[in-house]
């Protein structure tokens, strides 16, 4: 087979409509200078603005724009999720629609596939045009998980990445229904690579990531990848059950020496404050966790399409 797709361009869409037309120019104009047979997967979450006539409409026009529509919002990870799941290209690439990462470094990103890497990420040397909100918790965010998972995800790096189709293959065996992209990427081996890039402000439109779903989504990230927050109880307990351990020879002998520090209701109710507030916190903590293993043991659809290409890969 000649045509055989090379490469396969997924973008998450969910409200995007200013979008998609410069999109489509933009990915169609840097493709077609690699003279391979390229595919535009624009997966639909559930756009209410319009966006999925529009992304019906190039699709009638240019064979090489696959729609994948979900029946719902399932959010921006399951929708690369269903993008990775319909590629078919040798090598794949994630970008966002609302052209923050520019299709043209997808070219990079290609030859270093050409050199034999397989996994290769994008890294922001420099965003423009973000609140100091989104690049103070992002920040943070990265440096948290560094420290409490043993995976090395790179600073600074979204799911803008191109991914060889043995990593597609591996990635979209791994049916997690809290994913973690950039996470799993990482964690899958193969010979990555990272080039930097300028991150551009948004063309069109809003972020559609509120605090809530940024919050969610950082959740997600450390309980796929980490037992830190279950061992912060067991930490918690030691140190107290240290301090009391101390504290009572402190303040018998404080008593025989005739001292009588530690008085009365407010320090009882501090303790108790104190130690009924831990418990409830790792409670929660537990609770997180719980509700994550009675998702996956319910084994449920990750995603819902109401259309999609056939997948034969
Ligand atoms: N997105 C999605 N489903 C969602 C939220 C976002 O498919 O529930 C897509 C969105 O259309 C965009 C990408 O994910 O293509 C990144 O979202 P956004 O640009 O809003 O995030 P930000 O860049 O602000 O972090
Ligand atoms: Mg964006």
Do not use: C
């Not at 240019?62 to 729609?67: F, R, V």
């Not at 520019?102 to 045009?129: C, F, N, T």
Request: glycine share 8%; no cysteine.
């Amino acid at each position: 087979m000649d045509n055989k797709i090379v490469y396969s361009v997924i973008a998450p869409i969910y409200n995007e409509v200013g979008n998609i037309p410069e999109l489509y120019r933009r990915v169609k104009e840097t493709l077609q200078k690699t003279g391979e047979a390229w595919e535009l997967l624009m997966v639909d979450d559930g756009s209410t603005d319009g966006s999925t006539d529009e992304i019906r409409k190039l699709a009638a026009q240019d064979e090489q724009i696959k729609p994948v529509i979900f029946a719902r919002n399932f959010g921006h990870q399951l929708a690369v999720t269903a993008g990775l799941d319909y590629s078919q290209g040798q090598a794949v690439v994630i970008i966002d629609a609302d052209l923050q990462d520019p299709p043209e470094v997808i070219l990079d990103l290609i030859s270093k596939w050409k050199e034999g890497y397989e996994v290769v990420y994008a890294q922001r040397s420099e965003r423009e045009g973000e609140s100091w909100f989104k690049l103070i918790s992002a920040s943070l965010f990265y440096r948290i998980i560094y420290r409490i998972t043993d995976i090395n995800i790179p600073m600074d790096t979204g799911d803008f990445r191109l991914l060889d189709h043995k990593v597609v293959e591996v990635i979209s065996g791994m049916r997690e229904r809290h994913r973690f992209l950039r996470g799993m990427s990482a964690w899958v081996g193969f010979k990555q690579t990272g080039i930097s890039y300028k991150r551009a402000t948004r063309y069109s439109g809003v972020t559609k990531y509120p605090f809530k779903k940024m919050l969610k989504f950082a959740i997600d990230a450390i309980t796929s990848f980490s037992y830190f927050p279950l061992q912060l109880a067991m930490y918690l307990g030691f140190l107290t059950a240290g301090i009391s351990i101390i504290a009572i020879p402190v303040v018998i002998i404080l008593r025989i020496v005739g001292l009588h520090a530690f008085l009365g209701q407010t320090t009882t109710l501090i303790a108790v404050l104190f130690l009924g507030g831990v418990q409830l916190i790792s409670l929660g903590i537990l609770g997180e966790y719980i509700g994550r293993i009675y998702d996956e043991a319910k084994g449920r659809p990750l995603y819902i399409v109401r259309e999609a290409p056939s997948k034969d890969k």
